[in-house]
Protein backbone atom coordinates (compact mmCIF):
# COMPACT_ATOMS: atom_id res chain seq x y z
CA UNK A 1 0.00 0.00 0.00
CA UNK A 2 1.55 3.37 -1.00
CA UNK A 3 1.54 6.07 1.62
CA UNK A 4 -1.32 8.13 -0.48
CA UNK A 5 -3.92 5.22 0.13
CA UNK A 6 -2.93 4.34 3.39
CA UNK A 7 -3.87 7.85 4.32
CA UNK A 8 -6.58 7.59 2.42
CA UNK A 9 -7.64 4.72 4.42
CA UNK A 10 -6.51 6.63 7.34
CA UNK A 11 -9.06 9.75 7.16
CA UNK A 12 -11.75 7.08 6.33
CA UNK A 13 -11.60 5.41 9.39
CA UNK A 14 -11.16 8.66 11.09
CA UNK A 15 -14.41 9.63 9.35
CA UNK A 16 -15.80 6.53 10.73
CA UNK A 17 -14.47 7.34 13.88
CA UNK A 18 -16.02 10.96 14.46
CA UNK A 19 -19.25 10.13 13.15
CA UNK A 20 -20.00 7.40 16.12
CA UNK A 21 -18.81 9.73 18.30
CA UNK A 22 -20.93 12.86 17.26
CA UNK A 23 -24.16 10.66 16.88
CA UNK A 24 -23.84 10.33 21.22
CA UNK A 25 -23.59 12.89 23.90
CA UNK A 26 -20.32 14.23 22.48
CA UNK A 27 -17.75 15.71 24.99
CA UNK A 28 -17.72 15.75 28.73
CA UNK A 29 -17.20 13.45 31.70
CA UNK A 30 -19.63 10.43 31.82
CA UNK A 31 -21.77 10.46 35.34
CA UNK A 32 -20.62 7.74 37.51
CA UNK A 33 -23.78 5.74 37.52
CA UNK A 34 -22.88 5.34 33.47
CA UNK A 35 -19.53 3.74 34.84
CA UNK A 36 -20.82 1.14 37.68
CA UNK A 37 -20.12 -2.54 37.11
CA UNK A 38 -18.32 -1.63 33.76
CA UNK A 39 -14.83 -2.83 32.47
CA UNK A 40 -12.57 -0.23 31.10
CA UNK A 41 -12.66 -2.14 28.17
CA UNK A 42 -16.54 -1.84 28.18
CA UNK A 43 -16.13 1.71 28.79
CA UNK A 44 -13.86 3.02 25.78
CA UNK A 45 -15.99 0.70 23.55
CA UNK A 46 -19.28 2.67 24.58
CA UNK A 47 -17.62 5.93 24.45
CA UNK A 48 -16.12 5.12 20.84
CA UNK A 49 -19.43 4.10 19.71
CA UNK A 50 -21.73 7.51 20.91
CA UNK A 51 -22.97 5.35 24.23
CA UNK A 52 -20.97 7.38 27.05
CA UNK A 53 -19.22 11.21 26.51
CA UNK A 54 -15.90 11.23 25.34
CA UNK A 55 -13.05 12.97 26.52
CA UNK A 56 -13.03 16.49 25.46
CA UNK A 57 -9.31 17.46 24.90
CA UNK A 58 -9.29 14.61 22.17
CA UNK A 59 -11.99 17.27 20.42
CA UNK A 60 -9.52 20.66 21.18
CA UNK A 61 -6.69 18.72 20.46
CA UNK A 62 -8.25 16.81 17.53
CA UNK A 63 -7.13 13.46 17.72
CA UNK A 64 -9.38 10.22 18.37
CA UNK A 65 -9.31 6.95 19.17
CA UNK A 66 -9.97 4.43 16.21
CA UNK A 67 -9.36 1.16 17.73
CA UNK A 68 -9.11 -0.26 21.46
CA UNK A 69 -8.78 -4.22 22.38
CA UNK A 70 -7.94 -5.62 25.84
CA UNK A 71 -4.64 -3.90 26.13
CA UNK A 72 -3.99 -2.01 23.51
CA UNK A 73 -5.67 1.38 22.08
CA UNK A 74 -4.85 2.70 18.69
CA UNK A 75 -5.24 6.54 18.21
CA UNK A 76 -5.26 8.87 15.09
CA UNK A 77 -4.55 12.90 14.98
CA UNK A 78 -4.62 15.45 12.32
CA UNK A 79 -1.79 18.04 11.82
CA UNK A 80 -3.00 21.69 12.02
CA UNK A 81 -1.17 25.04 11.92
CA UNK A 82 -2.68 26.03 15.15
CA UNK A 83 -0.04 22.81 16.37
CA UNK A 84 3.16 24.50 14.91
CA UNK A 85 6.04 25.56 17.33
CA UNK A 86 8.15 28.68 16.11
CA UNK A 87 10.52 26.63 14.32
CA UNK A 88 7.45 25.58 12.14
CA UNK A 89 7.13 21.99 13.48
CA UNK A 90 4.40 20.21 15.38
CA UNK A 91 5.14 20.95 18.99
CA UNK A 92 6.25 18.12 21.25
CA UNK A 93 3.43 18.95 23.81
CA UNK A 94 0.45 17.63 20.95
CA UNK A 95 2.46 14.51 20.39
CA UNK A 96 3.11 13.44 24.00
CA UNK A 97 -0.47 14.34 24.73
CA UNK A 98 -1.67 11.87 21.66
CA UNK A 99 0.73 9.29 23.44
CA UNK A 100 -0.22 9.93 27.16
CA UNK A 101 -4.11 9.38 25.84
CA UNK A 102 -3.33 6.22 24.11
CA UNK A 103 -1.01 4.80 26.91
CA UNK A 104 -3.53 5.50 28.97
CA UNK A 105 -6.39 4.05 26.73
CA UNK A 106 -4.73 1.01 26.45
CA UNK A 107 -3.93 0.37 30.40
CA UNK A 108 -8.01 1.82 31.25
CA UNK A 109 -9.08 -1.03 28.58
CA UNK A 110 -7.23 -3.98 30.69
CA UNK A 111 -8.88 -2.76 33.90
CA UNK A 112 -11.61 -4.36 35.84
CA UNK A 113 -14.44 -2.92 37.10
CA UNK A 114 -14.08 -0.54 39.77
CA UNK A 115 -10.71 0.49 38.92
CA UNK A 116 -9.00 3.46 38.02
CA UNK A 117 -5.58 5.00 37.13
CA UNK A 118 -3.37 7.78 36.19
CA UNK A 119 -0.48 8.13 34.42
CA UNK A 120 2.67 8.84 37.10
CA UNK A 121 5.47 8.58 34.16
CA UNK A 122 5.20 9.54 30.62
CA UNK A 123 8.96 9.49 29.08
CA UNK A 124 8.82 10.61 25.64
CA UNK A 125 11.75 10.01 22.82
CA UNK A 126 11.10 12.23 19.48
CA UNK A 127 12.43 10.52 17.08
CA UNK A 128 12.18 12.81 13.61
CA UNK A 129 10.54 16.25 12.80
CA UNK A 130 7.02 15.99 12.66
CA UNK A 131 5.71 18.77 10.01
CA UNK A 132 1.97 19.71 8.26
CA UNK A 133 3.29 17.54 5.20
CA UNK A 134 1.83 14.92 7.60
CA UNK A 135 -1.25 14.79 7.80
CA UNK A 136 -2.30 12.28 9.90
CA UNK A 137 -0.56 10.29 12.88
CA UNK A 138 -1.29 7.27 13.93
CA UNK A 139 0.03 5.98 17.99
CA UNK A 140 -0.56 2.63 18.57
CA UNK A 141 0.01 1.77 22.31
CA UNK A 142 0.38 -1.64 24.16
CA UNK A 143 0.85 -2.70 27.76
CA UNK A 144 4.04 -4.05 28.71
CA UNK A 145 3.74 -5.37 31.83
CA UNK A 146 1.62 -5.41 34.96
CA UNK A 147 2.16 -5.34 39.38
CA UNK A 148 0.12 -4.91 42.21
CA UNK A 149 -0.04 -0.59 42.04
CA UNK A 150 1.23 -0.22 38.42
CA UNK A 151 0.45 -0.54 34.77
CA UNK A 152 3.36 -0.11 31.88
CA UNK A 153 2.80 0.64 28.17
CA UNK A 154 4.67 1.83 25.63
CA UNK A 155 3.92 3.82 22.20
CA UNK A 156 4.75 4.50 18.96
CA UNK A 157 3.50 7.61 16.52
CA UNK A 158 3.91 6.76 12.51
CA UNK A 159 3.09 8.54 9.79
CA UNK A 160 1.33 7.04 6.31
CA UNK A 161 5.09 7.22 5.50
CA UNK A 162 5.97 4.48 7.99
CA UNK A 163 8.11 6.69 9.57
CA UNK A 164 8.34 6.42 13.31
CA UNK A 165 7.97 10.12 14.67
CA UNK A 166 7.82 9.59 18.52
CA UNK A 167 7.96 6.46 20.82
CA UNK A 168 6.77 7.27 24.41
CA UNK A 169 6.99 4.28 27.58
CA UNK A 170 4.14 5.09 30.13
CA UNK A 171 3.51 4.14 34.18
CA UNK A 172 -0.08 4.35 35.61
CA UNK A 173 -0.61 3.69 38.80
CA UNK A 174 -3.81 1.64 39.98
CA UNK A 175 -6.53 2.46 42.21
CA UNK A 176 -9.94 1.22 43.37
CA UNK A 177 -12.46 3.98 43.54
CA UNK A 178 -14.49 4.52 46.23
CA UNK A 179 -17.81 2.05 46.48
CA UNK A 180 -15.76 0.48 43.48
CA UNK A 181 -15.84 -3.65 42.96
Known amino acids: MTPDERLERWIADENNAHRMLRAGPGTGVPRLEQLEGKSGLEIMTEMMNGTLPYAECAESLNYCAIKVEHGYALF ?106
Request: hydrophobic share 40%; charged share 20%; with cysteine.
Open 76 to 181: QGATARSQLNPMGTIHGGWMSSILDSAIGCAVLSSLPAGHVYSTTVLEVRYLKFLTLKIPRIRVEAKLTRTDEQDVFAEASMYGPDDAIYAQATGTCRLAIKPGGQ
